[in-house]
């Protein structure tokens, strides 16, 4: 019978810690922390495979424990103790896997890119992406000061966005060269066109910026604006990005 391990100074477990606290870590050792049963089983339905599986014997889901066993993922059992310190949240679920981080090719002449600028709360991020790949975008680029895609909070809110849609990160000079056969769209408070008035049947990158501070200044495309009433002043980036990227969706359906 495999022993169970109790002991925090474990250096596995010790590493998978590390890796949910440590973005420069994650990037280091290009692996990442998946936690909890939908994530986990989302990421092995694309074909992704953990490295190792922690798994505490009383709160784990012995199906998805069971599919790990057939696809000969090592499976190691430690102590409620050692899953409550790996958690990222206040209700663990028993189950917390170590994955290679994802390193997916850029498609090729893409017609719906999300570009992101400076996106830096965790949250908004995972919604962005949970949205992006709903609406149909073939891929999602971070440039500048984004938040980490794997931080952990991201995974939770992206709900396994991150192994469905490619997400990749570019400085500017490589986003316009990627993008000069689309017509460019920064979403801006002060834009000139109605997001409703875009042919969004055409290729397209749409740019969402920081809320507090906008787009980079040196971002060039059509500035498009969400009609609001006079004394609503902006919208949440999550927000704006799911308006317009639903309405493209629209008219393309």
Same mark, same amino acid.
């Given at each position: 019978m495999t022993e169970i391990i109790s002991s925090l100074q474990n250096n596995r477990v010790k590493l998978a810690r590390q890796l949910q606290e440590k973005a420069?870590?994650?990037? =280091? @050792?290009? =692996?990442?922390v998946l936690e909890g049963v939908r994530l986990i089983a989302d990421a092995l339905a694309v074909g992704y495979k953990p490295l190792f599986v922690f798994y505490e014997s009383q709160h784990a889901d012995y199906e998805l424990i069971a599919?790990? /066993?057939?696809?000969?993922? /090592? !499976? $190691?059992?430690v102590s409620a103790d050692v899953i409550r310190h790996l958690s990222d949240t206040q209700n663990p679920q028993g189950i917390i896997a170590v994955f290679p981080l994802p390193e997916p090719a850029l498609p090729q002449k893409p017609e719906r890119i999300l570009i992101l600028d400076a996106i830096r709360e965790p949250g908004n991020m995972g919604t962005i992406l949970r949205t992006a790949g709903a609406a149909g975008v073939e891929v999602v680029i971070l440039a500048a000061d984004c938040v980490d895609p794997y931080n952990p909070k991201v995974l939770r809110s992206g709900m396994g966005a991150h192994f469905r849609i490619p997400i990749v990160e570019a400085g500017w000079d490589q986003i316009r060269g990627y993008c000069d056969d689309l017509g460019v769209f920064l979403a801006a408070g002060d834009g000139d066109l109605n997001y409703t008035d #875009?042919? %969004? =049947?055409?290729? %397209?990158? !749409? #740019? $969402?910026?920081?809320?507090? +501070?906008?787009? +980079? /200044?040196t #971002? @060039?495309? /059509?500035? $498009?604006? $969400?009609?609001m009433a006079s004394e609503t002043e902006s919208l949440n980036a999550a927000v704006a990005a799911g308006v317009i990227l639903f309405e493209a969706l629209r008219q393309r359906k």
């Open positions: 420069r870590l994650r990037r =280091k @050792e290009r =692996k990442i599919t790990l /066993q057939d696809q000969q993922i /090592q !499976l $190691i059992p #875009v042919d %969004w =049947k055409n290729a %397209w990158a !749409l #740019v $969402i910026g920081n809320e507090a +501070h906008g787009i +980079h /200044q #971002v @060039e495309g /059509q500035r $498009i604006a $969400i009609p």
